[in-house]
């Protein structure tokens, strides 16, 4: 099993650019999230989904935009990429919510907006 | 709101000596905490948590709601011990991550 991936590895978007990062996992776990890594801060979350066709937000919501039609996807966007943006982006998963189980990360998605 | 508070950003001690991680949180209800550990070019990965009270490569880390901690402990650090700890505390469906720890064990 791959557990949890995450596709592009690395990325140079410029300010104003859009994208689209991608996470998979193939443990058919119900819950997923969106992280990103900044020195000092620790993990702070996103935006994450109970379960297939749901999405809620988390702690740092703003500038970006989730999507989870299969239940082994979870799509981060940005629709308009701002300087601080710049992070590691890190997925998650799980069986069940928050901390009451495992969670288990990819590796993550380094991303630079200039 | 819930709070982590890891208040060093980085430990450096001697192999074989005794090292204590901090973690402070804030939280109206029942907590549950966890440690994570990051190695260099690994995963974030689950250390421990609490309600298992198990000790996981010599470390254990202890539930005080008296002053609301949970510091993680070994007696005898090692080399391989070197990565970034992160302290985390489940709020429904959401963990809550403290802003990490780099330890460092040096020979």
């Known amino acids: 099993n791959a557990g949890v991936t995450q596709t592009p590895k690395f990325r140079v978007l410029k300010t104003g650019q859009s994208m689209t990062l991608l996470c998979a996992q193939d443990?058919?776990?119900?819950?997923m999230y969106w992280y990103r890594q900044d020195p000092g801060m620790g993990l702070r979350l996103i935006h994450y989904?109970?379960?297939?066709?749901?999405?809620a937000k988390g702690e740092v919501p703003d500038g970006y935009n989730v999507s989870r039609l299969k239940k082994q996807n979870f799509l981060l966007g940005l629709e308009s990429a701002a300087p601080s943006q710049t992070s590691v982006y890190f997925c998650?998963?799980?069986?069940?919510?928050?901390?009451?189980?495992?969670?288990?990360f990819g590796p993550g998605t380094r991303l630079t907006v200039t | 709101a819930q709070r982590v508070t890891q208040p060093e950003k980085l430990l450096s001690v001697f192999k074989g000596a005794p090292v204590e991680l901090k973690c402070n949180y804030s939280?109206?209800?029942?907590?549950?905490l966890f440690w994570y550990v990051q190695y260099s070019r690994q995963r974030l990965q689950l250390l421990l948590r609490?309600?298992s009270r198990e000790s996981i490569k010599g470390f254990t880390a202890d539930l005080n709601k008296g002053e609301t901690s949970f510091h993680l402990k070994k007696p005898f650090a090692q080399e391989e011990d070197s990565a970034m700890y992160y302290c985390?505390?489940?709020?429904?469906?959401?963990?809550?991550f403290g802003g990490g720890t780099r330890l460092m064990v040096k020979p």
């Open positions: 998650a998963s799980s069986w069940y919510a928050g901390g009451l189980d495992e969670q288990y």
């Open positions: 443990m058919n776990h119900e819950y």
């Open positions: 939280y109206s209800g029942s907590p549950e």
């Open positions: 609490h309600i």
């Open positions: 985390a505390l489940n709020a429904g469906n959401m963990l809550t």
């Open positions: 989904s109970v379960g297939e066709g749901t999405t």
